[in-house]
């Protein structure tokens, strides 16, 4: 059982309108701190869920005979869970964050625990819906109570902090199903029994080690679209539709253009880690210093040169470079969730996270089909596609304010016209 004592904490807060601190955020003091707490929620993740990516192709067509129909059905089913994220508010009428977190862990480990027992069309779809529930869920509320929990003027740092961590987990868990299957021949059920395990036996570590944590401040319990956070849901959609550029179409250019086969394939999903394990605290703390305007004009304007390149590119290890930098402004997007912190109402903050993910996920609806049916006529095509995304985005940037806070949230168009939210 979870204990209910609760860490000595300070009784002052800063106000409302601080930009380097959360509301009403205590002092804890230790370990078991609400910081912790998130970095290790978030290295538990990638235990259960980079063992079922690491197995999904191999499993799939060995034991289960999927063809390319079934594994798009499949991915089609996996991002359904995240289109539906904004139903995580009605949820929160009965659960706390923080116990909704943990359950939503305890669900992806047992989805990808179970996974191996079903090898079968069916099976696969049931398993795979189940734990993205579970991996969705999780991510909406990670994403809400970080943004409760840290103070604004460390919150970049921290989430850096989260990606490293999710990075070595990553890597530990890529480490071991190598060995398991290379070295001793393990059954695919067992390596997934394994991974979800371990999510299942951290869920419930961080259940009775860390105490119940008061909430920041009290969050709205219904579903908020507000006027004034339209530029933070544009800078959301973008990065979506972005994020399908990669991880759809940027690793399909390895294999047919380039004929990069799964161990070298494998060997740029660790390469990518090891860098994100050692540089995204790092663009934590730099967005910290240089503010979400630069960073996002940084990222895009990169963006930019990264997809054009992808649409011309003749070399293979050229082409294995540009894969490595475009996973690397991944992390850059950390500033798009500091900006919405910095220019909400904290009251909405969880259900406003569950808006994002499923406004994040309406390109995952529409991009891949489309997209698959433009690189019939042109590969090159998509990635030129993907620099106008861009281009759209770093025009977003632009409207940023160096200093966003209520009131101040664009440089152009709609704003709240006072300081308090709106």
Same mark, same amino acid.
């Given at each position: 059982m979870s204990k209910e004592i609760m860490p000595e904490a300070s009784n002052h807060a800063a106000p409302l309108g601080d930009a380097n601190s959360a509301p009403t955020a205590p002092v804890y003091k230790g370990w078991r701190n609400p910081e912790v707490?998130?970095?290790?929620?978030?290295?538990?993740?990638?235990?259960?869920?980079?063992?079922?990516?690491?197995?999904?192709?191999?499993?799939?067509?060995?034991?289960?005979?999927?063809?390319?129909?079934?594994?798009?059905?499949?991915?089609?089913?996996?991002?359904?869970?995240?289109?539906?994220?904004?139903?995580?508010?009605?949820?929160?009428?009965?659960?706390?964050?923080?116990?909704?977190?943990?359950?939503?862990?305890?669900?992806?480990?047992?989805?990808?625990?179970?996974?191996?027992?079903?090898?079968?069309?069916?099976?696969?779809?049931?398993?795979?819906?189940?734990?993205?529930?579970?991996?969705?869920?999780?991510?909406?509320?990670?994403?809400?109570?970080?943004?409760?929990?840290?103070?604004?003027?460390?919150?970049?740092?921290?989430?850096?902090?989260q990606l490293s961590a999710k990075s070595i987990s990553s890597l530990v868990m890529f480490g071991i199903v190598w060995v398991m299957l290379e070295v001793f021949d393990v059954e695919y059920r067992y390596v997934y029994l394994l991974g979800g395990a371990l999510t299942i036996i951290a869920a419930l570590f961080v259940w009775g080690a860390f105490p119940k944590f008061s909430d920041a401040h009290p969050q709205t319990k219904k579903l908020i679209l507000r006027k004034r956070y339209w530029l933070y849901y544009a800078l959301t959609f973008m990065s979506g539709a972005r994020r399908q550029i990669f991880t759809v179409f940027a690793g399909f250019l390895m294999v047919e253009k380039f004929g990069y086969d799964a161990a070298t394939i494998t060997l740029l999903y660790l390469v990518n880690h090891v860098i994100n394990m050692f540089l995204a605290p790092k663009i934590g703390k730099m967005i910290g210093k240089w503010g979400e305007r630069r960073a996002l004009v940084f990222e895009y304007a990169g963006l930019f040169i990264v997809f054009v390149s992808y649409a011309f590119v003749e070399n293979h290890v050229l082409a294995g470079g540009l894969y490595v930098i475009d996973h690397l402004f991944f992390a850059l &997007?950390?500033?798009?969730?500091?900006?919405?912190?910095?220019?909400?109402?904290?009251?909405?903050?969880?259900?406003? &996270?569950?808006?994002?993910?499923?406004?994040?996920?309406i390109a995952a609806v529409f991009i891949p089909a489309a997209f698959g049916l433009l690189w019939l006529i042109?590969?090159?095509?998509?990635?030129?596609?993907?620099?106008?995304?861009?281009?759209?985005?770093?025009?977003?940037?632009?409207?940023?304010?160096?200093?966003?806070?209520?009131?101040?949230?664009?440089v152009r168009g709609y704003k709240s016209t006072t300081l308090q939210p709106a």
């Amino acid at each position: 059982m979870s204990k209910e004592i609760m860490p000595e904490a300070s009784n002052h807060a800063a106000p409302l309108g601080d930009a380097n601190s959360a509301p009403t955020a205590p002092v804890y003091k230790g370990w078991r701190n609400p910081e912790v707490l998130l970095i290790v929620m978030a290295a538990a993740m990638p235990l259960s869920f980079s063992t079922w990516m690491a197995l999904l192709n191999n499993f799939s067509v060995e034991m289960a005979d999927f063809t390319g129909r079934e594994i798009g059905i499949l991915q089609s089913l996996r991002e359904i869970p995240g289109f539906l994220a904004f139903t995580a508010i009605f949820v929160l009428l009965i659960l706390r964050e923080q116990t909704f977190a943990v359950i939503s862990l305890l669900v992806l480990g047992i989805g990808v625990a179970i996974s191996g027992y079903f090898p079968t069309v069916i099976g696969l779809y049931c398993t795979t819906v189940l734990m993205s529930i579970g991996f969705h869920y999780f991510e909406t509320m990670q994403q809400a109570l970080s943004l409760q929990w840290v103070r604004k003027d460390r919150t970049a740092m921290v989430m850096g902090r989260q990606l490293s961590a999710k990075s070595i987990s990553s890597l530990v868990m890529f480490g071991i199903v190598w060995v398991m299957l290379e070295v001793f021949d393990v059954e695919y059920r067992y390596v997934y029994l394994l991974g979800g395990a371990l999510t299942i036996i951290a869920a419930l570590f961080v259940w009775g080690a860390f105490p119940k944590f008061s909430d920041a401040h009290p969050q709205t319990k219904k579903l908020i679209l507000r006027k004034r956070y339209w530029l933070y849901y544009a800078l959301t959609f973008m990065s979506g539709a972005r994020r399908q550029i990669f991880t759809v179409f940027a690793g399909f250019l390895m294999v047919e253009k380039f004929g990069y086969d799964a161990a070298t394939i494998t060997l740029l999903y660790l390469v990518n880690h090891v860098i994100n394990m050692f540089l995204a605290p790092k663009i934590g703390k730099m967005i910290g210093k240089w503010g979400e305007r630069r960073a996002l004009v940084f990222e895009y304007a990169g963006l930019f040169i990264v997809f054009v390149s992808y649409a011309f590119v003749e070399n293979h290890v050229l082409a294995g470079g540009l894969y490595v930098i475009d996973h690397l402004f991944f992390a850059l &997007a950390i500033a798009i969730k500091t900006y919405f912190q910095k220019i909400a109402d904290p009251a909405d903050i969880s259900s406003t &996270a569950g808006v994002s993910f499923t406004i994040n996920h309406i390109a995952a609806v529409f991009i891949p089909a489309a997209f698959g049916l433009l690189w019939l006529i042109s590969p090159g095509a998509v990635f030129l596609a993907g620099a106008a995304m861009a281009f759209v985005s770093l025009v977003l940037a632009l409207n940023v304010p160096h200093d966003p806070e209520p009131g101040n949230e664009v440089v152009r168009g709609y704003k709240s016209t006072t300081l308090q939210p709106a």
